[in-house]
């Protein structure tokens, strides 16, 4: 029967899309969800493909790929600079919000979020029309939704809870800050926001919450224009101890994905995606254990793992020690059958190299 054309594709791809390409491109992925780490994530991939362009360079004598990338390098770092240039007048103008007074608000609820100790710290402003000031619009609020939040419970969630309770509608220190922002540059007036003892990084991110808030409700504020924010969707770096946490146990669910992939691309291993390690059929087995290249391995579980992983050359010469008795996996609790997985693998990597042989023949004719 022909093989059906889904799985031909699956596996051109597998043969074509290597498992450091495969990895660069679902970081890329990541890298557009996730934030604090877009620049890094970026710079991972650029590197990855410096080292390609490199090796087909030395290879092949070609080394277009590598100059193409040092000119998006260049051209990144001028973008860069005109958006660095861009974004240093919008924040020395902030630094300075607050030396015309009034502060003019504008009506409404105005939410941002900064990085606490355990997670980004969400706060809501509001402001309100009230006749107290000669724009008329102050701070009625300001509320940090509890369910929002991942601060420790006992510390950074007590301390966003007194924090909500002392600014909360009609309080002296609702008033005070308002008068603050009056009277005194918006970092001065930020500065008035209470801290709460054991619990510094909860406290600043909610101070810088509320500035940022702030910011938002200003009638005029100087804003990054389209480009801007583009750039800076990309190249902004944000990395702390916490993204950077977050970035390794995403990367380590993306290594997992992908070599559970690699198994459903090549026909005929899926089945090695199944096993448990538990070596049963390393007992029923006559050969056991295979010496190869000074190594020792467990057979044919370890055959069955390196069709897992992708790994089909050390497949194939491990291959050559199967006696095809099959009892392994009669023996095996899921029913992996090892000759299978290796005959399958094997088929693959001759295909993928019939493939190579094909398009280095071509290249040479053209060349």
Known sequence: METAWYNRWLEAFAAKASRP??????????SLLYPGTRFFLLAV?????????????????????LKALIGVFLFSCLVYAAAAAEAYRVARYRRALGD???????????EAEADGARGPVHVQVEIIETGLSPTGNLIHRIDSPLELHRETGSIGGNAIKELNYRYRPGTEKIRALNKDLITRRLDQAMDSIDGITGATLTSRAYRKAVKTAIIKAHRTPKKLSTFTHFVYFFLKNEISKISFNTLAIIFILIVFFDYTLQGLLVRGTGQAVSCMNCQTCVGACPVKRVELDGKEYAFPMDMVLAARLGDYELVKKLSWFCVGCAKCSGKCPIG????????????????????????????????
């Open 21 to 30: 390409w495969r990895l660069a491109a679902f970081t890329f992925l990541i």
């Open 45 to 65: 991939i650029f590197i990855v493909l410096v080292v390609k362009s490199v090796e087909y360079g030395v290879k092949n004598g070609k080394w277009w790929g």
């Open 100 to 110: 015309t007074i009034p502060l003019d608000l504008k009506t409404g609820i105005y």
């Open 336 to 367: 992996i059958s090892a000759p299978s997985v290796a005959s399958a693998g094997v088929r693959f990597l001759k295909a993928r190299e019939a493939e190579k042989e094909k398009a280095d023949a071509g290249g040479g004719r053209h060349g």
